[in-house]
């Protein structure tokens, strides 16, 4: 466990193997050590559904632009080059 080195962003639609295989391929292709490489994912640190419940979905524009800014790379994860679900969620 460490700093996170990357900020993931992906939908609710993928299995968690669709992102675990994602997060692999991409330590593969950058020759990025999987020991020493560290992933911010939302549905671990934010809950998103209780800010869409209590209409605070701008507490969810602020804290993912902080933890953005702060960690500075990040990934998009896509089903598929052409029509992927990412590019139709809400935000």
């Not at 992906?10 to 968690?16: A, C, D, K, N």
């Not at 991409?26 to 020493?36: F, G, N, W």
């Not at 671990?44 to 800014?69: H, I, P, T, Y």
Request: glycine share 6%; aromatic share 14%.
């Amino acid at each position: 466990v460490g700093a996170a080195t990357h900020f993931v962003s992906w939908t609710w639609r993928y299995t968690i193997g669709d992102v675990v295989d994602a997060l692999t391929a991409m330590c593969r292709e950058q020759m990025l050590d999987p020991k020493t490489t560290f992933v911010w994912l939302c549905f671990f640190c934010n809950n998103q559904r209780q800010w869409l419940l209590e209409a605070r979905s701008q507490d969810g524009v602020e804290v993912f632009g902080k933890v953005l800014k702060h960690i500075g790379k990040m990934v998009s994860i896509l089903d598929s080059v052409k029509d992927a679900v990412y590019f139709t969620r809400i935000w």
